[in-house]
């Protein structure tokens, strides 16, 4: 199902005309930010494609899709701010953006099918409990310039 949304659905920080069973959403072209909380709960969202011209994926955008499975992150965003993606629980690939510097807080938190997770060289800062409780993360991919990672960052990754 594809939806037609205004850009200010998604500049806006509830989207109040976006249906919770929806299960398949494309971004148009020229929004250029996801706004906090946009697009959290929509427990049928499975899969979600974001254009080039988003830069910017606001706190807990996502939080609460328990049925997203993969999202694709263009390297025009720049920011994923803190849990994004958090309790995305059948999330299992996520291609970040080469564009990304920093992974706040609980970004990938609770995603407990995440399995792989291939963080770009272009990330240096890796902020607490970015993968808490990722039980199923497996292989996760470092980059030697993180120069900043808290302690916790990876913990209560089970598998890891």
């Known amino acids: ?26 971004i148009m072209e020229g929004v250029t930010s996801i706004g906090d909380y946009a697009l959290q709960y929509r427990k049928s969202l499975i899969r979600v494609d974001i254009p080039d011209s988003v830069t910017k994926i606001g706190v807990g955008a996502f939080f609460g899709c328990k049925s997203l499975i993969h999202v ?10 803190e849990g994004a993606f958090e309790s995305c629980e059948k999330l299992v690939n996520v291609s970040i953006s080469k564009g990304i510097k920093k992974l706040n807080s609980c970004v990938f ?9 291939h963080i770009p060289d272009t990330v240096t800062e890796i902020e ?20 900043i990672m808290d302690e916790r960052a990876p913990e209560v990754c089970v598998s890891y």
């Open 1 to 26: 199902m594809e939806m037609k949304k205004r850009k200010a659905c998604y500049e806006w920080d509830g989207i109040s005309d976006v249906p919770d069973d929806v299960e398949y959403i494309t």
């Open 109 to 117: 938190g609770k995603c407990k099918s995440l399995t792989n997770l």
């Open 128 to 147: 607490y409990d970015a993968f808490w409780n990722c039980m199923s993360l497996t292989n996760l991919h470092i980059p030697e310039g993180v120069v």
């Open 72 to 81: 694709d992150i263009p390297d025009s965003v720049t920011q994923m701010e």
